[in-house]
């Protein structure tokens, strides 16, 4: 669709638009910083309204740490039926997304409200970061293992919530995740050197990284056994709790994808499945692939794992290895 709107003009001080589908802007400034921003909003994926407008802003956030930024503020985006619930349950919700900036270290310094039959909520953020520092989804080498640093399944586990199937834990389980921030996972990433880097969200982990692949020229092998799962949500993708987001990611990359072994529906669909608030897709070169687990370990990042590895040669494709 976006390649049919008319072309812009040239502006020199863009360094990152939308050609290569990243994660934000970004735009140079007279000091050699670069300006990012990014606004994402989504509908409830949980049913406390708190825990919602953390995961949100969370969410909105994330597209600058995937760039190597640093946040500097944000504004509230809100979509909210006061005819329908009541004003207090949005009260929270803003509670919760003001509580995820602090942690960030930024102000919310205002926003905009429209009425809506479903409740949406997320963040514009504005950030920065040197421009050596930047971190793009389109410079990814051959040779380069990947890691992600959060666990699969959010979008099924949501799903199951929105129908009142999934127990106590799994949901306290995922919220924690999506709820966690990805500064900590970006700084390790600054610190160590990255070659690439993306978030892991709405397109799935299959999406990001074809979309890695094409934009930087390679093919990615990925090992089904080092994908990691919430716990709850294979069993409840087995029920079929799954969202028509994840069905649609699959279906966009089926042409690239090529299945290496016997895996199951359930196996691409998690594969495929739309996050919220995912974790940070990052592409590193061998050597430094072990500092890099190590450092993000040190800051907490505990679930990060190595999932795959990237190769040289077109056209963009992915191979998903049973074993």
Do not use: W
């Amino acid at each position: 669709m976006l390649g049919h709107l008319p072309r812009q003009k040239p502006n020199q001080r863009v360094v990152v638009g939308y050609e290569s589908s990243d994660d934000a802007a970004a735009m140079r400034l007279d000091n050699g910083a670069l300006l990012l921003q990014t606004v994402d909003f989504i509908t409830p994926v949980v049913d406390d309204p708190y825990q919602f407008g953390q995961i949100a802003a969370a969410n909105s956030l994330s597209d600058i740490y995937a760039m190597g930024g640093r946040p500097l503020m944000a504004l509230n985006v809100v979509a909210f039926p006061r005819d329908l619930l009541p004003l207090t349950m949005l009260e929270e919700i803003l509670k919760g997304g003001m509580a995820k900036a602090q942690e960030a270290g930024i102000p919310i310094l205002g926003g905009h409200t429209i009425e809506d039959h479903e409740p949406k909520y997320g963040l514009v953020v504005t950030g920065e970061v040197q421009e050596n520092q930047l971190i793009r989804n389109n410079t990814a080498r051959p040779g380069d293992l990947l890691i992600l640093t959060k666990p699969l399944g959010t979008g099924i586990i949501a799903t199951a919530i929105k129908e009142a199937q999934a127990d106590d834990q799994v949901v306290a389980q995922a919220g924690r995740t999506m709820a966690t921030l990805n500064r900590a996972a970006a700084e390790a990433a600054q610190e160590v050197g990255v070659n690439a880097m993306t978030d892991v969200s709405g397109f799935g982990l299959l999406g990001h990284l074809l979309e890695m692949c094409t934009a930087s020229g390679v093919k990615a092998h990925l090992e089904l056994k080092s994908l990691p799962v919430l716990p709850g949500a294979r069993e409840l993708a087995e029920k079929g709790f799954i969202p028509g987001g994840s069905r649609r990611n699959l279906k966009h990359v089926e042409q690239a994808l090529t299945i290496d072994g016997p895996l199951t529906e359930v196996d691409t669909l998690i594969a495929a499945d739309a996050q919220t608030s995912g974790g940070l897709l990052m592409a590193v070169h061998s050597k430094k692939a072990d500092r890099l687990l190590a450092a993000l370990k040190e800051r907490g990042v505990s679930e990060a794992v190595f999932i795959g590895a990237l190769a040289s040669g077109g056209p963009s494709t992915i191979t998903l290895k049973a074993k």
